[in-house]
C-alpha cells in the first residue's frame, strides 16, 4: 500500500527556511527510510516560500497569483511516497521524519491503487 | 429469536474479529459472520448443535467470504487477499475453539486515525455486537446518520489500510489510553446522559462495562485495563440509588447505601487493589480508588474526605484536568468547609473547559448558597441551567433556586 507523507513546515525563519530542523537529522532520517528499501519517490521542495497558482475560469481565462500562503501556517516543504504494508507503518514512518518536529507536521494520505480495477 | 441472537453475541464478536484480521475487511467480515449466525439459526435446530459450534460458524463464514471473492475479483483485488486457496487448507485449531482475536479488533475500532465519534461507534457495534439501530440509540442520532458514519469509519479502515493488530510493547502505552477512553466515554454518556429525559442510561453503562469485561479478559495484566473495570463497576454500583421514582436527581448526600449493589462494590474493590499494585497508579486506577472511598462509606458524613483530596492530589499530578481540579475544590469542601472550597473553584473561573460545564457552576452555586450568599447563588444556579444537560438534570436546578427563594423570604 502506497502511502503519500507530505512535510509541513510549522514555523519558519526570517530566511524562509524551517524553525528546529538540522540538516544532519534529514540525512539519517532519508538514509534510514531508503535504506529501508520503502521509499517510491521523495523530493525536498528548493524553498519554503517560491509557490505560483495558476487557475483557469470557465472562460478560459488563466489567473497566476503569488502562493498559497496568506490563509495558511504550515507550508509544504517537500514529500515522500513509500510503500508499506499498512497505516501504522506509515505513521511510524511519519513520526521519525523530522519534519513532524519543532512544531513541524507530517500528513499521511493513502494512495489509491487502481490495479485491481 | 432475540435469545438466541443474544447466545451468538459474544460468539459474533470473536467471529468478526478473526475474519476482519485475516480479510483485512470489516464489511466483509460482518456480512459472512450474520450469513453463518443466519445458517446456524436455520440448521442446529433440524441437524443439531455441532459438537464444535465455534468452528462450525468460523468454516461456514470462511467458505462464504471465499464464495463472495470469488464471486467480485475486484473486490478481492482491492483487498489484495492473497491467501484464500491456503487459507481453506488450514486445518482446525487444536482446541476446537475460535481464535480470540477481538484485542485487535479494539485497537482497530480506537484508532487514532479514525474521528472520534467514529470510534466509540464501531466498537459497540463490533465488539458490543449492537445492531446499527441500537449503535443510534445509544449515541441519540438518527438511524440513517449512524449508518452514514458507520459505513464511513469502516472505508476509512479498508482505504487507508488501518491493520488489525495489537501494537507492540512498545507503542502499547501510546494506544491502550485510546481504547479505554472509548469504553470510558460509552460509560459516562450512559452514567449521565448528555440530553433527553433520563439521567443516566444504564444500558450503555452495562455495555461499557461488558466492554472492559472482554478487554480485561484479554490483558489481565494491564493494570490500567483494570482499574478502568474497576473505576465502572463502584460507580455502577450506585446506579439504582442515583435516581429518586420519578427519573430525578438523587445527590450521593442524599442516597439510600443500602439500595449500592454490594457484589459490585465487592468486585469492584478486590480489582482496584490489583490496578493499584505493583508499580505507578495509573489516572483509572486512582479514580477507582476514589470511587471505592465513597462506597466504603456508610453515610456521607463519615466519608473520608481528607482521603479523597489525598487521591485527587495524585491525581492532579499525573493526569491534571480542570475537573479533576474541580472535584478536589468540591473534596476540601467538605474537608475544610464551602469557603475553602469556593475560593478554590473561583481560582478556576478562567478555564474555558469550564466556562459551559455545568457541574462547575452548580457546585459554585452549591457553596454560596450554604455560605447563604443567596443572591450569588442564585446567578450561579441560573448560570448551571444555561448548559445543564438532561430534564431530569434541570428539574434539579430548578427545585434549588426554588428551595433558595423559600429561604430568602
Same mark, same amino acid.
Given at each position: 500500500?502506497?502511502?503519500?507523507?507530505?512535510?509541513?513546515?510549522?514555523?519558519?525563519?526570517?530566511?524562509?527556511?524551517?524553525?528546529?530542523?538540522? !540538516?544532519?537529522?534529514?540525512?539519517?532520517?532519508?538514509?534510514?527510510?531508503?535504506?529501508?528499501?520503502?521509499?517510491?519517490?521523495?523530493?525536498?521542495?528548493?524553498?519554503?516560500?517560491?509557490?505560483?497558482?495558476?487557475?483557469?475560469?470557465?472562460?478560459?481565462?488563466?489567473?497566476?497569483?503569488?502562493? !498559497?500562503?496568506?490563509?495558511?501556517?504550515?507550508?509544504?516543504?517537500?514529500?515522500?511516497?513509500?510503500?508499506?504494508?499498512?497505516?501504522?507503518?506509515?505513521?511510524?514512518?511519519?513520526?521519525?521524519? !523530522?519534519?513532524?518536529?519543532?512544531?513541524?507536521?507530517?500528513?499521511?494520505? !493513502?494512495?489509491?491503487?487502481?490495479?485491481?480495477? | 429469536?432475540?435469545?438466541?441472537?443474544?447466545?451468538?453475541?459474544?460468539?459474533?464478536?470473536?467471529?468478526?474479529?478473526?475474519?476482519?484480521?485475516?480479510?483485512?475487511?470489516?464489511?466483509?467480515?460482518?456480512?459472512?459472520? $450474520?450469513?453463518?449466525?443466519?445458517?446456524?439459526?436455520?440448521?442446529?435446530?433440524?441437524?443439531?448443535?455441532?459438537?464444535?459450534?465455534?468452528?462450525?460458524?468460523?468454516?461456514?463464514?470462511?467458505?462464504?467470504?471465499?464464495?463472495?471473492?470469488?464471486?467480485?475479483?475486484?473486490?478481492?483485488?482491492?483487498?489484495?487477499?492473497?491467501?484464500?486457496?491456503?487459507?481453506?487448507?488450514?486445518?482446525?485449531?487444536?482446541?476446537?475453539?475460535? @481464535?480470540?482475536?477481538?484485542?485487535?479488533?479494539?485497537?482497530?475500532?480506537?484508532?487514532?486515525?479514525?474521528?472520534?465519534?467514529?470510534?466509540?461507534?464501531?466498537?459497540?457495534?463490533?465488539?458490543?455486537?449492537?445492531?446499527? @439501530?441500537?449503535?443510534?440509540?445509544?449515541?441519540?442520532?438518527?438511524?440513517?446518520?449512524?449508518?452514514?458514519?458507520?459505513?464511513?469509519?469502516?472505508?476509512?479502515?479498508?482505504?487507508?489500510?488501518?491493520?488489525?493488530?495489537?501494537?507492540?510493547?512498545?507503542?502499547?502505552?501510546?494506544?491502550?489510553?485510546?481504547?479505554?477512553?472509548?469504553?470510558?466515554?460509552?460509560?459516562?454518556?450512559?452514567?449521565?446522559? $448528555?440530553?433527553?429525559?433520563?439521567?443516566?442510561?444504564?444500558?450503555?453503562?452495562?455495555?461499557?462495562?461488558?466492554?472492559?469485561?472482554?478487554?480485561?479478559?484479554?490483558?489481565?495484566?494491564?493494570?490500567?485495563?483494570?482499574?478502568?473495570?474497576?473505576?465502572?463497576?463502584?460507580?455502577?454500583?450506585?446506579?439504582?440509588?442515583?435516581?429518586?421514582?420519578?427519573?430525578?436527581?438523587?445527590?450521593?448526600?442524599?442516597?439510600?447505601?443500602?439500595?449500592?449493589?454490594?457484589?459490585?462494590?465487592?468486585?469492584?474493590?478486590?480489582?482496584?487493589?490489583?490496578?493499584?499494585?505493583?508499580?505507578?497508579?495509573? @489516572?483509572?486506577?486512582?479514580?477507582?480508588?476514589?470511587?471505592?472511598?465513597?462506597?466504603?462509606?456508610?453515610?456521607?458524613? $463519615?466519608?473520608?474526605?481528607?482521603?479523597?483530596?489525598?487521591?485527587?492530589?495524585?491525581?492532579?499530578?499525573?493526569?491534571?484536568?480542570?475537573?479533576?481540579?474541580?472535584?478536589?475544590?468540591?473534596?476540601?469542601?467538605?474537608?475544610?468547609?464551602?469557603?475553602?472550597?469556593?475560593?478554590?473553584?473561583? $481560582?478556576?473561573?478562567?478555564?474555558?473547559?469550564?466556562?459551559?460545564?455545568?457541574?462547575?457552576?452548580?457546585?459554585?452555586?452549591?457553596?454560596?448558597?450554604?455560605?447563604?450568599?443567596?443572591?450569588?447563588?442564585?446567578?450561579?444556579?441560573?448560570?448551571?441551567?444555561?448548559?445543564?444537560?438532561?430534564?431530569?438534570?434541570?428539574?434539579?436546578?430548578?427545585?434549588?433556586?426554588?428551595?433558595?427563594?423559600?429561604?430568602?423570604?
Amino acid at each position: 500500500m502506497k502511502y503519500l507523507l507530505l512535510i509541513n513546515a510549522g514555523e519558519l525563519d526570517p530566511s524562509g527556511g524551517a524553525v528546529g530542523c538540522e !540538516p544532519e537529522d534529514w540525512m539519517r532520517f532519508d538514509k534510514e527510510i531508503t535504506e529501508a528499501g520503502v521509499v517510491v519517490a521523495s523530493e525536498s521542495l528548493a524553498d519554503l516560500v517560491t509557490a505560483t497558482r495558476v487557475q483557469v475560469a470557465n472562460d478560459g481565462s488563466r489567473t497566476v497569483t503569488d502562493g !498559497p500562503f496568506a490563509e495558511t501556517r504550515e507550508v509544504l516543504g517537500g514529500f515522500y511516497v513509500i510503500d508499506v504494508p499498512d497505516l501504522d507503518v506509515a505513521l511510524d514512518w511519519a513520526a521519525k521524519c !523530522p519534519g513532524s518536529r519543532a512544531g513541524g507536521s507530517v500528513v499521511v494520505r !493513502p494512495i489509491a491503487d487502481f490495479a485491481g480495477a | 429469536m432475540d435469545q438466541v441472537e443474544a447466545v451468538f453475541r459474544e460468539e459474533r464478536g470473536r467471529l468478526l474479529a478473526a475474519l476482519a484480521r485475516r480479510f483485512g475487511d470489516l464489511d466483509l467480515a460482518e456480512e459472512v459472520t $450474520s450469513e453463518a449466525i443466519e445458517a446456524a439459526l436455520v440448521r442446529w435446530p433440524v441437524d443439531g448443535v455441532p459438537p464444535n459450534p465455534g468452528g462450525w460458524l468460523m468454516t461456514t463464514a470462511r467458505r462464504k467470504a471465499v464464495d463472495r471473492l470469488r464471486r467480485d475479483q475486484a473486490y478481492a483485488a482491492k483487498l489484495a487477499i492473497l491467501q484464500v486457496d491456503a487459507d481453506r487448507a488450514e486445518g482446525p485449531r487444536p482446541g476446537g475453539g475460535l @481464535p480470540d482475536e477481538r484485542l485487535e479488533l479494539f485497537f482497530t475500532c480506537a484508532h487514532p486515525a479514525l474521528a472520534p465519534e467514529d470510534r466509540g461507534a464501531l466498537t459497540l457495534r463490533c465488539l458490543a455486537g449492537l445492531s446499527t @439501530p441500537e449503535v443510534a440509540r445509544a449515541f441519540l442520532v438518527p438511524v440513517a446518520t449512524m449508518a452514514k458514519r458507520i459505513v464511513r469509519a469502516k472505508a476509512r479502515i479498508r482505504d487507508a489500510r488501518i491493520p488489525f493488530r495489537v501494537p507492540d510493547a512498545d507503542e502499547l502505552p501510546a494506544r491502550l489510553p485510546g481504547v479505554l477512553q472509548v469504553i470510558y466515554s460509552v460509560f459516562t454518556e450512559g452514567y449521565a446522559a $448528555s440530553s433527553g429525559p433520563y439521567l443516566q442510561r444504564t444500558d450503555l453503562a452495562e455495555e461499557a462495562i461488558r466492554l472492559a469485561r472482554i478487554l480485561h479478559g484479554l490483558l489481565p495484566g494491564e493494570r490500567e485495563v483494570t482499574g478502568l473495570l474497576a473505576l465502572m463497576l463502584l460507580v455502577h454500583a450506585r446506579c439504582a440509588a442515583r435516581t429518586g421514582p420519578d427519573g430525578d436527581v438523587v445527590l450521593l448526600e442524599d442516597q439510600n447505601r443500602a439500595r449500592w449493589d454490594a457484589d459490585l462494590i465487592t468486585e469492584g474493590r478486590a480489582l482496584v487493589v490489583s490496578a493499584l499494585t505493583g508499580g505507578p497508579a495509573g @489516572p483509572y486506577a486512582v479514580q477507582a480508588a476514589i470511587a471505592a472511598v465513597h462506597d466504603e462509606a456508610p453515610d456521607f458524613v $463519615s466519608t473520608d474526605w481528607p482521603q479523597i483530596v489525598a487521591l485527587y492530589d495524585v491525581l492532579l499530578t499525573i493526569d491534571p484536568s480542570p475537573v479533576i481540579a474541580l472535584n478536589r475544590a468540591a473534596a476540601v469542601a467538605f474537608r475544610d468547609g464551602p469557603e475553602t472550597g469556593l475560593a478554590l473553584l473561583d $481560582s478556576l473561573a478562567a478555564e474555558p473547559r469550564l466556562r459551559d460545564y455545568h457541574p462547575y457552576a452548580l457546585a459554585r452555586a452549591d457553596l454560596l448558597h450554604r455560605l447563604n450568599r443567596l443572591p450569588e447563588a442564585r446567578a450561579a444556579y441560573e448560570q448551571a441551567l444555561g448548559t445543564a444537560g438532561s430534564d431530569p438534570e434541570r428539574t434539579h436546578i430548578h427545585r434549588r433556586l426554588a428551595a433558595l427563594t423559600s429561604e430568602d423570604n
